[in-house]
């Protein structure tokens, strides 16, 4: 009789983990220039995971010129999309195939719990690369209407080399979200991962080349953001930037593209998401969980959490109760730990953060209904409860500004056109939801506001279908379907005279 097989817990498999640590520049891994390294920190625990290659301009220059030359030769940007294809296909396989790796990896680099990097994220990657692969040989040029004695083309080319520079809140997948539209169209790519979470991104480049991809054509530099990012996005030999980061960074990057080349730049950036629940919306338990996931999901380290619930004064209290019921479940733990849903907060630096706008909310005179501390301090991690404040004015910073942490500000309204106001007035215009039975109200609502997204009656639906990216000081541009496509071609007209 065969033994029971034992189960391997996500600890044990942690500890047997091996990291990839160097960049990879023209299909090998390699160190620094420099040798410098960086810490990689596990947040669930604050120890040492790995000592990281410290890219910088030098190791910006290698790369950059192997994706050139990459470019140049052609073996990826003239090969026909049919074969990009399926090359694409076989990359977004070897992305299922090491998806237990891989969740394990961003889980111990950043800390959210293993559930969602193994259920949600690492799947969602391999579903974008594999989208882009499955769109890119049913994308037609365009013939313009010109008349008889001319043939005039529309078509689109690759750019060249791209430099995509993205966060750590999901790091494979904002990631993906640009190596899929990149790379399907034919580009060269150099990709800086956020310093706070660059192994899934050092691993996934292996998987590339031997899915087929072209040395060159996909190059990771890891390293800081102001020497390795600010070196891709200042060089001279890049054609465009594709950032997910903060609002602060995209308007540095922009900023470097008119230092330098004029390099086309994309930006997608913060928010802070307005989600109105109306007094007439007759499921308050559904709302509740909603607003709750809203900001709770990946620890409220999310572009689009809902941060400020926006909720008609006359159910308030009730719609409340639940939210914090809802709280109260969810208390934050070890990441590994399959049964936990909030896990750690990416690094000291912005738990800190994080409890200093607990402490801006106090002083300013909202009321704390719930949550509002470190927790699981043994650990040596970086935990924080879930935290709900109330009575919540919208000139306060906690309603104005990103905390990129588990904290909800509710804010009452006493009309819609209130609601809207409130809604719009912040500088960010990334998603908002609004909450109604009523359909004429839910289509005015969504008109009014200043968003690229916004859910009615859901909150965070998402779909490989719906572009992505935000109104204001969000962004510029979007990600996902073919609109992503149009950030990384340029048009080019042909005319051919036939008279
Ligand atoms: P960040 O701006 O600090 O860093 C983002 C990336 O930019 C990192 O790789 C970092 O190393 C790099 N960087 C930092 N300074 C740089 C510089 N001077 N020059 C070039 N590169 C530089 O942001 P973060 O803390 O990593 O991520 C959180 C932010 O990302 C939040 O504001 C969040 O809303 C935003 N975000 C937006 C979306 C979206 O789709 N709109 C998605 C995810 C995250």
Request: charged share 25%; proline share 5%; glycine share 8%.
């Amino acid at each position: 009789m065969n033994a029971p097989v034992k189960a391997v817990s996500w600890q044990e498999r942690a500890r047997a983990l091996q990291f990839r640590t160097q960049a990879f520049i023209d299909g090998r891994y390699t160190d620094a220039a420099s040798g410098a390294t960086f810490d990689c920190i596990n947040p669930a625990t604050g120890k040492l995971l790995a000592r990281v290659a410290a890219g910088d301009q030098e190791d910006v220059n290698r790369a950059v010129a192997a994706a050139r030359a990459a470019f140049r030769k052609g073996g990826w940007s003239n090969l026909p999309p049919v074969e990009r294809k399926r090359i694409l296909q076989r990359f977004a396989d070897l992305i299922s195939s090491h998806t237990e790796e891989l969740a394990l990896l961003e889980t111990l680099d950043m800390g959210k719990p293993i559930r969602d990097s193994l259920k949600g994220d690492m799947p969602a990657v391999a579903r974008c690369i594999r989208w882009y692969a499955e769109a890119i040989d049913k994308v037609y040029d365009q013939v313009a209407p010109t008349g008889p004695n001319a043939l005039a083309t529309i078509t689109r080319e690759p750019m060249g080399v791209v430099g995509a520079i993205v966060p750590w809140n999901y790091p494979l997948l904002m990631a993906a979200w640009k190596i899929g539209p990149i790379l399907a169209a034919g580009n060269s790519l150099v990709l800086k991962p956020s310093e706070k979470s660059p192994l899934s991104a050092i691993k996934v480049a292996e998987l590339a080349v031997e899915a087929g991809i072209p040395p060159g054509v996909l190059n990771v530099v890891p390293g800081l953001g102001g020497t390795a990012g600010k070196a891709l996005a200042l060089h001279m030999d890049v054609d465009c930037i594709a950032f997910t980061g903060s609002t602060a960074t995209g308007k540095q990057i922009m900023q470097y593209a008119g230092q330098s080349n004029l390099k086309r730049v994309s930006l997608e950036c913060g928010g802070k998401s307005p989600n109105i629940v109306l007094a007439d919306y007759p499921d308050l338990d559904r709302a509740a969980k909603a607003a709750a996931y809203a900001i709770y999901s990946n620890a409220g380290e999310m572009c689009s959490a809902g941060s400020r619930l926006l909720v008609h004064e006359s159910i308030k209290d009730a719609l409340l109760e639940k939210v914090q019921a809802v709280s109260r479940k969810l208390q934050p733990g070890d990441p590994l730990d399959p049964e936990t849903r909030l896990g750690a907060i990416v690094d000291d630096i912005q738990m800190k953060r994080v409890l200093g706008y607990i402490d801006s909310g106090r002083n300013d005179g909202a009321e704390l209904r719930f949550g509002g501390r470190r927790v699981r301090e043994d650990s040596g991690g970086y935990f924080v409860e879930p935290t709900v404040f109330e009575g919540v004015k919208p000139a306060m910073a906690i309603a104005r500004e990103e905390i990129f942490g588990p904290v909800l500000s509710a804010i009452t309204f006493r009309n819609v056109e209130e609601a809207i106001e409130i809604g719009n007035d912040v500088i960010y215009g990334l998603a908002a939801a609004v909450w109604t039975r009523d359909v004429t109200t839910a289509h005015r609502v969504a008109r009014a506001l200043r968003a690229g997204t916004v859910y009615v009656n859901c909150y965070d639906a998402d779909d490989l279908t719906v572009p992505f990216g935000g109104y204001k000081q969000s962004g510029i541009g979007r990600d996902k379907p073919l609109h992503a496509l149009e950030k990384y071609t340029e048009l080019k007209t042909t005319w051919l005279d036939l008279s």
